[in-house]
T-cell receptor
């Protein structure tokens, strides 16, 4: 079993849709949870982070962490074509960051 | 600020050749990392450094070497290139603060070994 599991997609939605991206993990020591966005042929860039369980909202983006289920989510409201990218979840405890495989999202106009 | 700069952007190597991937950051970050990204496999840590003169192995170090003589530079050396090293390589850095500060990544080096 991988330490971090993420459905690679691809996921295609119409503009304006609500997008839900998810990751599960097995290491209960993880405390910091992050989402990175990676445009084609670019490096990942930090989008959001959450510490421990709970929700965090930033504009159209909401990150959720459920430590009891070892499950994290990223919701994108009113999705835009500019949101088309690969989204990677990442998490860490006191050691190195562990990344999911990434979900490729396409938002169609 | 330039952030994290990687060179070259693309490279084709023949089996058995060697090369150095360059990484420079101008944010005075202590921590630096090298990852490889393969399709559907996510990012795998090759080597990392917590400061000048200190390096350590990650998940997939075989076939690679690193050095860290300055805070700014963290080159990755490939010796005797093999087709299995065909990948996209990313360098990243972060400050020594809380881990939620996240990593700053370079734009990557696409390497093909033929």
């Amino acid at each position: 079993q991988k330490e971090v599991e993420q459905d690679p997609g691809p996921l295609s939605v119409p503009e304006g849709a609500i997008v839900s991206l998810n990751c599960t993990y097995s290491n209960s020591a993880f405390q910091y949870f992050m989402w990175y966005r990676q445009y084609s042929r670019k490096g990942p860039e930090l989008l959001m982070y959450t510490y421990s369980s709970g929700n965090k909202e930033d504009g159209r983006f909401t990150a959720q962490v459920d430590k009891s289920s070892k499950y994290i989510s990223l919701f994108i409201r009113d999705s835009q074509p500019s949101d088309s990218a690969t989204y990677l979840c990442a998490m860490t405890a006191d050691n190195d960051m562990r990344f999911g495989a990434g979900t490729r999202l396409t938002v169609k106009p | 600020n330039a952030g994290v700069t990687q060179t070259p952007k693309f490279r084709i190597l023949k089996i058995g050749q060697s090369m150095t991937l360059q990484c420079t950051q101008d944010m005075n970050h202590n921590y630096m990392y090298w990852y490889r990204q393969d399709p559907g496999m996510g990012l795998k840590l090759i080597y990392y450094s917590v400061g000048a003169g200190i390096t350590d192995k990650g998940e997939v170090p075989n076939g690679y070497n690193v050095s860290r003589s300055t805070t700014e530079d963290f080159p990755l050396r490939l010796e005797l290139a093999a087709p299995s090293q065909t990948s996209v390589y990313f360098c990243a850095s972060r400050s020594p603060g809380p881990r939620h500060y996240g990593y700053t990544f370079g734009s990557g080096t696409r390497l093909t070994v033929v």
